[in-house]
């Protein structure tokens, strides 16, 4: 058949569409815009981390520049490093929810006793989280820069506030305005 355009697409639309859940974490509200990109690429576990470097073929070294402890790769930055670990308990300890309802995508949509604004504010959040990981492991990298994680999460708060004050609109349910006002959110 010979190619044009219109076939193409045409091509394109009769492939299986694959449906994966965390494109509700990704395409969220309140997600801060520049860390959708980071969380979408982390999901399809694109970002050039120090395994994927070294099967590519380059000389890069193997140990993660946050923790310098355990080879870097998507599961350590995202999962295990301690540097993610301290970030998630101080979202822990504000949001008062246990790291296991937070700690992957699964559990994050399956959050209960909680309304749906909670919930998306709190992807956001988590989403913000994965996005600064990253960011501090490049500064690590590049600048030889170290980030503290309590001021990192200060300015996860920050800007996740002034997203919120941007897209919210119409009227808040009691439950909520307490919640918010409970984080210091509204
Ligand atoms: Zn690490």
Not at 30 to 50: A, D, G, M, S
């Amino acid at each position: 058949m010979e190619y044009t355009i219109a076939n193409g697409y045409n091509w394109l639309t009769e492939m299986p569409s694959i449906k994966v859940q965390w494109y509700k974490v990704v395409w969220n509200k309140y997600n801060v815009p520049r860390c959708e990109f980071i969380i979408w690429l982390i999901q399809h576990k694109r970002l050039l981390t120090l395994d994927r470097l070294k099967m590519r073929g380059m000389d890069a070294p193997e140990v993660c520049f946050l923790c310098g402890s355990e080879p870097e790769s998507h599961i350590h930055l995202f999962q295990e490093c301690c540097f993610m670990k301290r970030c998630m308990q101080l979202l822990v300890d504000w949001v008062h929810i246990p790291i296991t309802k937070l700690q992957n995508v699964t559990s994050l949509l399956k959050l209960r006793g909680i309304s749906a604004l909670s919930r998306k504010i709190i992807i956001a959040h988590v989403v913000g989280i994965h996005y600064w990981v990253w960011r501090c492991r490049n500064l690590c990298r590049m600048e030889h820069f170290v980030m503290q994680h309590v001021q990192v999460f200060q300015l996860i708060k920050q800007e996740c506030y002034r997203r919120f004050q941007v897209s919210f609109a119409g009227s808040m349910s009691i439950q909520d305005r307490n919640w918010c006002q409970m984080l210091s959110i509204c």
